[in-house]
């Protein structure tokens, strides 16, 4: 398996409060992502990384903000969390000779 | 744009019986991959198999294989012998062959698929 975490695993927090979500990878993969998952939508991408540094926005980024200051770290943040927002989130990277995405195994957030 | 659908929400096997899960894209492009990614209840998303367009030849993995229809832009998952720890919701991902920024993937709604012992 990929090496790859996310804390926290479970959040609880209230409406207009900041979140930020952790990615940690130890492959060194180039490409980090974040997806939302819900029911009836699938994963949908909110933001991705390229490299330290560079960044870009998803399908789903409004709400949303990132930052990768190391290779092996991606941060997700929600500036002021909403009820919508709520959700179970994933990171993913992808990297080598394939560049197939492998997943880490999820936040579950829930905005009261 | 690209999309995928996936139009069988749930599905049902016998153990030891074979099931196939459908999926459709739609692209313009003539190189991409196609993946099918596995949810247990455990949430985690497990990589099962994964297409390159330009190879004619299906994949497979043990028990897991495709048909993979070009033309008709179809890319179904057959599932033989199956167990009991097959059930879950299955995905199936679509992605560019160019990597980059484009190295995203898309994804259906999933199949929920229930293992009768």
């Known amino acids: 398996d990929a090496g790859i975490t996310q804390s926290p695993r479970h959040k609880v927090t209230e409406t207009g409060t900041p979140v930020t979500l952790r990615c940690h990878q130890t492959?060194?993969?180039?490409?980090m992502y974040w997806y939302r998952q819900d029911p009836g939508h699938g994963l949908r991408l909110i933001h991705y990384?390229?490299?330290?540094?560079?960044?870009d926005k998803g399908e789903v980024s409004d709400g949303y903000s990132v930052s990768r200051s190391k290779t092996e770290d991606f941060l997700l943040t929600l500036e002021s969390a909403t009820s919508s927002q709520t959700s179970v989130y994933f990171c993913?990277?992808?990297?080598?000779?394939?560049?197939?995405?492998?997943f880490g195994p999820g936040t579950r957030l829930t905005v009261l | 744009a690209q999309t995928v659908t996936q139009s069988q929400p749930e599905m049902s096997v016998q153990e030891a019986e074979t099931v196939t899960l459908s999926c459709t894209y739609d692209?313009?492009?003539?190189?991409?991959?196609l993946f099918w990614y596995k949810q247990p209840p455990s949430r985690q998303m497990i990589l099962v198999i994964r297409?390159?367009?330009?190879?004619?030849q299906n994949a497979t993995e043990n028990r897991f294989s495709v048909n993979f229809q070009k033309a008709a832009k179809s890319f179904s998952l057959k599932i033989s012998d199956s167990q009991l720890g097959d059930a879950a919701m299955y995905f199936c991902?679509?992605?560019?062959?160019?990597?980059?920024?484009?190295?995203?993937?898309?994804f259906g709604t999933g199949t929920l698929l229930a293992v009768q012992p």
């Open positions: 993913a990277i992808s990297g080598g000779s394939t560049d197939t995405q492998y």
């Open positions: 492959e060194n993969h180039r490409y």
């Open positions: 990384s390229y490299g330290v540094k560079d960044t």
């Open positions: 692209t313009s492009e003539s190189d991409y991959y």
């Open positions: 297409q390159e367009a330009y190879k004619q």
């Open positions: 991902a679509y992605r560019s062959p160019y990597g980059g920024a484009t190295n995203k993937l898309i």
